[in-house]
């Protein structure tokens, strides 16, 4: 009864902790603004005019293109003809070349507007969609299939005057990794390219690290970028991230890498970018035309009108990419410097403004009689507690408004500075806050009021404040309130501009629910608010819009921590209306919280989930070792699964390897680093959080045992009507001509198409045997039920051999069995069922393990029509000792396993594989199946190691062994080789001949006259008519030698 209540307790929990996954899931996916991006529409039909590449390239890279984007007419006109500034678009994983269309089309309408006075040409690269962001071997390729596109690109204009030198790349996604990576190439000059603009790139680390090429590709980037910063320093590159609606790509992923030496980057989010001011997801990020209308009014203001090339010129690359993502001005001016100006319009009126709070609305002025008016507001001598000026506008046209005044005469300014360009759009307002220590030197401030604002609806509202009496600070409530209390700020609004910081608010984890409420006396006309909430150390602001009076709820959570040397703290702003009550609460935000641990610690799950299922596993074998028989899965787990037998070890690794000696031993045993070292540089990682998610990893495969084992019954019911269900043996021939065929068959496929392949097969049939388990367990159990008492049986049994006189022969009375008519107890039933759990165990296993190798088959079967094989195969090395483990244990019986003298150590060393899972598999992800082929590499030894014949099969698992190893290294080269196809084929004839006659085809000779008279083996080509034999040989001479040596490599 207590043990039924304890595991209706259990299931509760877990069904609680999979609840909370499920609710941090929901958060990411589908809790967030709506898509406020508004679709870039094109005025005419878009063309994408392939570019002809040198055969070399065409032939080496025959699975990309070159194309550059045109519309209508235009594109007609164009032929080629290229005459104005390369930009280079890079699609990311799965992405189109035609994604190109969206900017090409808004800068081809802006040229016109400026009557093409320079224009620029968009390129782009089809990467036949390839998934690289699941399959880090063809990024190699790709980056140097863009580098020889570069040069393609920039021949095209060597008869121009004025002719580029240099390329601009616009990278969406993986795109953008691949335009920082021509960098690293040996023959590169950086040279080529002048500016990277990237676009949900995540630049950190790869979204999903399931490939050991794919992490090896990254960390070679980033090493080479911050090692090289000095000689890169002359790059500009800037870096988007979506926000909180890319749930693909999280924003934190997105920031560049730096050492912060040279200020050549630039982070931001789109939810800060001016003029934008949302979140967008993976794909809306490259047609939402906010952005893309920022994108290319950077690009517009980028170049040098003397060249009519992209400036030079680095701090002006970041002054204008400043200007447009960060904190935008109306007025720009090509320096950026305060300019000087003279009042010569004498009709102007001047008028000063003695008050410390002003407001203007706009008169009906008279179209007859347009007048500019000028409003004089005196600096507050120091001694006034007053040390700020804040001002806002409505409606203003975009001209210069506000100065600074160094002279004034009979209140009129003789000379001033323009201060314009220092004032920031934000919303419907363009706001300055002036410092007054910073313009000390000037009198008066002017508000400028131009002829152009004639007839038009306007207002301007200034008041000068003490900056700390508008600033308020409150403590932010603990993430354990749970959302139950909260804090609570109310402003009596009698100025503009508060600003509440919120104070220990800097950590991803946190998530907070703000709820505004304003509530006014009286208003006059329509009055709107903007909430702003800032974070002071990274670009991922975002801006609120509302009426006055209103209830708006803000939810704040950050995409990055905040660094370690700095004391900042995030802050709400609030432009107000005047004569208004604010009233501001404060509380965390459950949901919210959770969908921060799945967004940034969600990656982690998987290995938790494997970490709880290879410690079930070792429980199960100790159980069966000690007890002699084995448990469920799901009581296993119950009884491993322990935070504190394995987050322990692995935080007192952390904690050793701050010194010195730990770190040199830990080097000499060339031990990788520990996953959660990173994160705690990024400052995302707390104990705390993987005790959770160790948590949440029980709840899944919990569940997940659950749901397999429901299934396994209602699939073996299937299984039953093709295959009449037998009785378990409990001796099987480990090695048997069908299990060695199966085992032959799935290393072809490896070595033929990839090791995912091959792991999906050899779990297909795994899952046969599985089923056919359970359909004999189960008819088994049926058996035993229709006999008599198992008890009477033993008596009988016991009282015939006592007759008899020989006790040494009794053996335990069993049921007949249908199948061979052989007796059937109640120990082979146990055995059965032990056999049944043992297995089940392992089908848990290396169902993650196929969810792993999941992405690098995806990536194989999508391309097969290009290639039968995969390489390089980042699977392959686990294949093969999975196929010889798979094929050892799909054979196997639990009565096998106790007589194993390996028993106990196998299971204790579940342990250390779960400890080494957590603290390497993190992070990288590939890791994990290596830790779990060791396992059921040991599971499978201790099948064959029992008493008897210990040696010999020893002898026969260390040959496996031995021919794995062999194997893997002839079957994974380190580079990718070209496969060469025989020509006896007529296919591969005549797609060489295509080939050859296109070659040829500018040098007068036509080749396909001579395709159907030409023939070739496998070792020597020959022609029968002998036509052209010079330009034949020569056009054979490379495939000769290079089949050759591909037939040496085979040979080893």
């Avoid at 996954?21 to 063309?47: A, H, K, Q």
């Avoid at 001011?277 to 950077?298: F, G, M, P, Q, Y």
């Avoid at 709840?699 to 295959?723: D, E, K, M, P």
């Avoid at 335990?812 to 082979?828: A, C, G, I, R, T």
Wanted: a positive charge; aromatic letters at 12%; one cysteine or more.
């Amino acid at each position: 009864m207590a043990g039924a209540r304890m595991r209706w307790l259990s299931a509760i929990l877990q069904g609680f902790l999979l609840a909370l996954v499920g609710l941090g899931i929901w958060d990411v996916l589908f809790v967030y603004e709506e898509n406020r991006c508004s679709m870039t529409y094109m005025f005419e039909y878009p063309e994408y005019i392939k570019i002809k590449l040198p055969y070399k390239v065409s032939s080496k890279y025959q699975n990309y293109d070159l194309y550059l984007y045109g519309e209508g007419d235009s594109a007609e006109a164009h032929n080629l003809k290229t005459t104005g500034i390369p930009v280079l678009f890079l699609p990311g994983n799965a992405g189109s070349y035609r994604q190109v269309r969206s900017l090409g089309s808004v800068a081809l309408r802006k040229a016109e507007n400026i009557h093409n006075k320079f224009h620029f040409d968009f390129f782009s690269i089809d990467f036949n969609e390839e998934l690289v962001a699941l399959y880090g071997g063809s990024l190699e390729k790709q980056t140097k299939f863009v580098h020889a596109c570069i040069k393609v690109i920039l021949k095209l204009y060597k008869d121009q005057k004025d002719a580029p030198c240099s390329v601009a790349i616009v990278g969406h996604s993986m795109g953008g990794i691949i335009a920082r990576a021509l960098f690293t190439l040996p023959n590169f000059k950086p040279t080529l390219i002048s500016l990277i603009i990237t676009q949900a790139t995540p630049h950190v680390a790869p979204v999903l690290p399931v490939d050991s090429y794919l992490i090896d590709f990254y960390n070679t980037v980033n090493n080479y970028w911050i090692l090289k910063e000095k000689d890169l320093r002359n790059i500009t590159v800037l870096s988007m991230g979506g926000g909180f609606r890319d749930y693909q790509v999280r924003s934190g992923l997105t920031i560049l890498p730096s050492l912060g030496l040279y200020n050549n980057t630039l982070n931001v989010v789109t939810s800060a970018v001016p003029r934008a001011w949302l979140s967008t997801d993976h794909l809306c990020i490259v047609w939402c035309k906010e952005l893309v209308l920022a994108t290319v009014r950077a690009f517009f203001d980028l170049v040098d009108h003397q060249t009519n090339q992209i400036t030079s010129d680095l701090e002006k690359r970041i002054s204008v990419l400043h200007h447009h993502f960060v904190n935008y001005s109306e007025k720009y001016s090509e320096d950026n410097l305060e300019s000087s100006v003279e009042f010569s319009d004498s009709s102007a009126t001047w008028s000063v403004i003695n008050t410390y709070t002003w407001t203007y609305s706009s008169p009906e002025f008279s179209a007859w009689e347009p007048k500019a008016a000028y409003f004089l507001l005196p600096l507050p001598s120091e001694g006034e507690p007053h040390n700020n000026l804040y001002c806002r506008t409505t409606n203003l046209e975009p001209s210069t408004w506000i100065y600074g005044c160094m002279k004034v005469d009979q209140s009129v300014c003789q000379e001033g500075i323009d201060l314009t360009g220092e004032a920031e759009l934000l919303k419907m307002y363009k706001i300055v806050n002036f410092n007054l220590d910073d313009y000390r030197s000037f009198s008066h401030f002017i508000i400028h009021i131009s002829k152009a604002n004639v007839n038009k609806r306007f207002n301007i509202e200034c008041e000068f404040l003490r900056a700390e009496s508008r600033m308020m600070t409150t403590q932010v409530t603990n993430i354990l309130s749970f959302g139950t209390s909260s804090n609570r700020v109310v402003i009596n609004s009698a100025g503009l501009i508060h600003k509440v910081k919120l104070q220990n608010f800097n950590q991803i984890y946190q998530a907070f629910k703000i709820h505004v409420r304003s509530n006014c006396q009286f208003t006059h006309g329509k009055t709107e608010d903007v909430y702003r909430f800032h974070v002071p150390w990274s670009h991922e602001d975002f801006v609120v819009t509302t009426s006055v009076p209103s209830s708006t709820v803000i939810f704040a959570k950050l995409h990055s921590a905040r660094p370690e040397n700095d004391s900042s703290v995030p802050e709400l702003q609030l432009h107000t209306a005047r004569s208004c009550q604010y009233e501001i609460t404060i509380r965390t935000s459950f949901l919210e919280v959770l969908g921060q641990l799945i967004r940034f610690h969600g990656i982690h799950l998987p290995t938790y989930v494997v970490v709880n299922i290879l410690l079930a596993f070792g429980r199960q074998l100790i159980h069966l070792y000690s007890e002699g028989h084995c448990l469920d899965f799901n009581s296993a787990l119950n009884a491993a699964s322990k935070p504190y037998i394995v987050i322990p070890f692995i935080n007192l690794a952390v904690f050793l390897l701050r010194y010195d000696w730990f770190k040199e031993t830990w080097s000499n045993l060339m031990l990788p680093d520990i996953d959660v070292l990173p994160s705690n540089e990024q400052g995302i990682a707390y104990p705390m959080i993987s005790i959770l998610l160790f948590l949440f990893g029980t709840a899944i495969a919990y569940w997940n045992g659950i749901f397999l084992r429901v299934l396994l019954r209602q699939l073996s019911f299937l299984w039953s009507i093709f295959q009449r269900p037998r009785v378990i043996q409990k001796e099987y021939k480990k090695l048997n001509f069908r299990s060695s065929s199966i085992m032959i068959f799935l290393l072809f496929i490896i070595w033929t198409t990839c090791g995912a392949a091959a792991l999906i097969l050899g779990y297909i049939l795994y899952l046969v045997k599985v089923l056919s388990l359970q359909a004999s367990v189960r008819t088994m159990k049926s058996i035993l039920n229709l006999a008599p008492k198992q008890e009477i049986i033993k008596k009988g049994a016991f009282a015939c051999s006592a007759k008899e006189g020989d006790k040494s022969r009794t053996k335990e009375p069993e049921q007949l069995s249908p199948d061979n008519n052989k007796l059937l107890s109640v120990s082979d039933v146990d055995d059965a069922v032990d056999t049944l759990q043992i297995h089940t165990t392992i089908l848990h296993l290396l169902n993650w393990v196929i969810l792993f190798s999941a992405p690098s088959f995806i990536y194989w079967f999508k391309n097969l029509r290009y290639s039968r094989r995969l390489d390089p195969d980042p699977c392959g090395s686990v294949a093969i000792i999975l196929v010889f483990s798979m094929g050892l244990l799909i054979n196997s019986h639990s009565t096998s396993v106790k007589r194993s003298k390996l028993l106990k150590h196998t299971a204790r060393l579940q342990l250390l594989l779960a400890i080494a899972s957590a603290a390497f598999g993190l992070e990288h992800l590939y890791r994990v199946p290596y830790f779990v082929t060791f396992s059921l590499v040991l599971y499978s030894l201790g099948c064959l190691v029992h008493p008897r014949s210990i040696m010999l099969k020893v002898q026969v698992f260390t040959l496996c062994l031995a021919v794995s190893l062999v194997t893997l290294v002839h079957a994974i080269p380190l580079e990718s080789k070209d496969a060469w196809k025989s020509l006896e084929n007529p296919r591969n004839r005549e797609l060489f001949f295509r080939t050859l006659q296109a070659y040829f085809s500018g040098r007068g000779v036509d080749v396909g006259k001579i395709s159907k008279s030409f023939r070739m083996d496998n070792r020597k080509p020959f022609i029968a008519a002998a036509l052209y034999p010079d330009h034949i040989a020569s056009a054979f001479s490379d495939y000769e030698g290079q089949k050759d040596s591909f037939a040496a490599f085979l040979k080893g």
